[in-house]
C-alpha cells in the first residue's frame, strides 16, 4: 500500500472540486463520488467499527474469511478461506486459506494473519468483540482456542456447539475481517497491535484501499492493484459528508456526485422521473427504535414503559417523513430472519396513554430528554415524537448531536432517551437477540456491552432463554423460542421498535453496477462503472 502525505490527500480532493461550489459537468469518469452523512465514523479499525457507514467501508476495502450471496444469504462461501471443515463434536473448526492471495501491502495472506486478526479483536476487546467473544473467546485463553496449525490453516474451537450457520454468518462481520499483521504491527505501540494507528490506517486486502479519512468531510478510497478479484473499473472513490439530503439532490441533478445516499421522502418520485436519474431501493435489516435507559427511575416503570409505545404516530412517519423508506416494524428481528415476528401491536392511543401514566403515578406526564443524531430524518422523526407525547404531558427535550457524539454518550448509558438505528451485524436471529435480548452483566463495568446493557435492562431470565435458543439445531423449534422471547419483548422492554429500513439512493443514469446488499458491509461498489 502506498501512504500518501496528507497534504497530497487534499490536494487529489481539491484538484476533483469536491468543495467547489460551481456546477461541474461531469465527475471524473474513473471516480465514484458519493454524498452521504459520515459523522457516525469513529474509527476505521476492523476490531473497533460498529457504525453503518464505516462498516460499508470496510465492506469493500476489506475481505473476510466468509462470505454469502446477497441475493440468497443461506449460500456461505469461502473468501479468504478456502474451505473449512468441523469436527465431529461440533466444537472445533479447522480453516484453509487460499493459496496466492495478498494484501494492498503486497504481504501475502496466511493462516497466521488470520489467527491474528481474530486473536486481536478478541484481545482489544472493543464494541464489535462481543460477536466472537460470545463463543468463549477470552484474552486469556484465545491463543489457546485460535491456534495455527500450518502455514495456510488454523483451528478456531469454541466453547459450544452451537448452529453452524450461527458461527459462519459471526465470521462474516467486519470485526472477522482479515489484517495484515505484518503491516499492523509496524505500527504498533506499546502492545497495541497497530491499534492506534488503524483507527485511520488501513492494512487490508479488499478491492479499493482507505487513502484518507477527514472527520465530517472525506473519506477517500483508491483500487487496490493487488485485489484477487475483478479490477474495479474506478480508480477511486469518495465520499463526501453532505448530511442535508437537500444539497444532496441539488449536488446530484447538478452532476457534482454520482450517488445521493439520503433521499428524503418528497424527493423519491421528482428524482426517479428525472430521466438523467434512477433511484434504486432494497430492504435492510436494519431497524429504528428509541432506548429508554432503566437508570431514570421514570422510564424504569413498566406503566411509562408501556404509555410511551402508545404515543407515537408509526403510520404517519412512515406514511409521510419517511414515505418510502421503512415499514412499520415493531420487533426485534427484522422480516427475512428466521423467527421474525411480524405482528404490530402498537399505534397512536393517547387515552391509553394517559391511563397507563395515571396508574404509573404521573398523570401530569414529566419531563426527559432524547439524544438524536441531527441528520434530516432523525430530526424530523425525533420531532414527531416530541409532538407526539406532549399530547399525554410528556415533555421531550431534544439534544441534537453528529453520530460520534450522540453514539459515545449512548454508549456511556449517559442518555434518557436516544433513537437508535440498529443493522444485524450478521445474518442469523441471534445478532439482534444477542443484543436487545441479552444482558449478561447490567454492571457498569460489564464487558459485554449489548443494547440491553446500554439502557441498563437487567434480565437474567430472558438472557437465559436467549442463551438457549442458540444451541437449538432444530429450525422450527428454535424460530418458535425467537417468536416468544420477541412477544415478550414488545411488552415489557425499554425498546421501543418502530421501523424496518428501506435504503433508497439515486444516482446518476449512467452510474451502473452498485449492489445494495441486505448489510451495509454489503453495499458494493467493486462493480461500478460509468
Known amino acids: 500500500m502506498k501512504h500518501l502525505p496528507k497534504l497530497v490527500g487534499a490536494a487529489l480532493v481539491a484538484s476533483l472540486g469536491l468543495f467547489a461550489p460551481a456546477a461541474r459537468a461531469a465527475t471524473p469518469p474513473d471516480t465514484l463520488i458519493q454524498a452521504w ?32 450471496d446477497v441475493k440468497d444469504v443461506s449460500n456461505i462461501f469461502g473468501v479468504v478461506a478456502e474451505k ?22 503486497g504481504n501475502p495472506i496466511t493462516a497466521s494473519d488470520a489467527v491474528f486478526s481474530l486473536r486481536r479483536a478478541v484481545k482489544l476487546d472493543k464494541s464489535p468483540a462481543f460477536i466472537l467473544t460470545q463463543f468463549g473467546f477470552t484474552a486469556d485463553n484465545v491463543d489457546a482456542m485460535i491456534r495455527q496449525t500450518g502455514p495456510m490453516t488454523f483451528e478456531y474451537e469454541i466453547d459450544k456447539a452451537y448452529a453452524p450457520t450461527l458461527v459462519l454468518y459471526c465470521l462474516t462481520a467486519t470485526v ?46 483508491e483500487r487496490n492493484d493487488n485485489y484477487s478479484g475483478p479490477t474495479p473499473a474506478m480508480a477511486r472513490t469518495i465520499y463526501r459528508h453532505i448530511p442535508e439530503a437537500a444539497t444532496q439532490r441539488l449536488l446530484l441533478e447538478q452532476g457534482d456526485i454520482d450517488i445521493a445516499r439520503n433521499v428524503s421522502a418528497d424527493s423519491i418520485d421528482v428524482l426517479a422521473a428525472n430521466p438523467g436519474l434512477a433511484v434504486d431501493s432494497g ?44 415499514t412499520v416494524h415493531q420487533a426485534f428481528l427484522p422480516r427475512g430472519f428466521l423467527g421474525a415476528l411480524e405482528d404490530t401491536p402498537f399505534a397512536l392511543n393517547v387515552v391509553k396513554a ?101 439502557n441498563a435492562w437487567n434480565i437474567p431470565e430472558m438472557t437465559a432463554r436467549t442463551d438457549a435458543a442458540v444451541l437449538e439445531a432444530d429450525a422450527g423449534k428454535r424460530a418458535q423460542m425467537y417468536l416468544d422471547l420477541q412477544a415478550e419483548h414488545q411488552q415489557t422492554s425499554p425498546f421501543i421498535i418502530m421501523f424496518q429500513e428501506i435504503e433508497v439512493m439515486a444516482r446518476r443514469a449512467n452510474v451502473q453496477g452498485y449492489v445494495v446488499g441486505p448489510s451495509f458491509n454489503d453495499n458494493s461498489f467493486r462493480a461500478v462503472t460509468k
Open 283 to 326: 430492504v435492510k435489516g436494519s431497524i429504528y427504535y428509541l432506548g429508554l435507559n432503566q437508570k431514570n427511575p421514570i422510564l424504569a416503570i413498566p406503566e411509562v414503559r408501556q404509555a410511551m409505545k402508545y404515543l407515537i404516530d408509526y403510520a404517519t412517519i412512515a406514511d409521510t417523513i419517511m414515505k418510502g423508506r421503512v
Open 37 to 68: 452523512a459520515i459523522d457516525d465514523i469513529i474509527s476505521l479499525d476492523p476490531a473497533e467499527v460498529f457504525e453503518f457507514t464505516a462498516s460499508e467501508i470496510l465492506g469493500n476495502s476489506y475481505q473476510g474469511l466468509i462470505g454469502y
Open 176 to 221: 472477522g475481517f482479515i489484517v495484515d499483521e505484518k503491516l499492523a504491527m509496524e505500527h504498533a505501540v506499546d502492545g497495541d497491535f497497530g491499534y492506534n494507528w488503524l483507527k485511520t490506517g488501513y492494512a487490508g486486502s479488499g478491492a479499493f484501499t482507505i487513502r484518507e479519512w477527514r472527520a465530517n468531510e472525506v473519506v477517500v478510497l
Open 84 to 105: 473449512w471443515d468441523i469436527s465431529a463434536d461440533g466444537k472445533t473448526y479447522t480453516f484453509t486459506i487460499r493459496d496466492g492471495l495478498k494484501f494492498a501491502s
Open 354 to 454: 394517559k391511563e397507563l401514566l395515571a396508574a404509573a403515578g404521573y398523570p401530569n406526564g414529566f419531563t426527559v430528554t432524547m439524544d438524536t443524531r441531527n441528520t434530516d430524518e432523525i430530526t424530523s422523526i425525533g420531532t414527531a415524537i416530541q409532538q407526539t407525547m406532549a399530547l399525554a404531558g410528556i415533555t421531550v427535550e431534544i439534544i441534537p448531536g453528529d453520530g460520534q457524539q450522540t453514539l459515545t454518550k449512548y454508549r456511556a448509558r449517559n442518555h434518557d432517551i436516544y433513537i437508535g438505528r440498529w443493522g444485524p451485524d450478521y445474518q442469523d436471529p441471534h445478532t439482534n437477540a444477542d443484543t436487545f435480548a441479552r444482558n449478561p452483566n447490567n454492571a457498569d463495568d460489564a464487558t459485554s456491552k449489548p443494547l440491553a446493557w446500554r
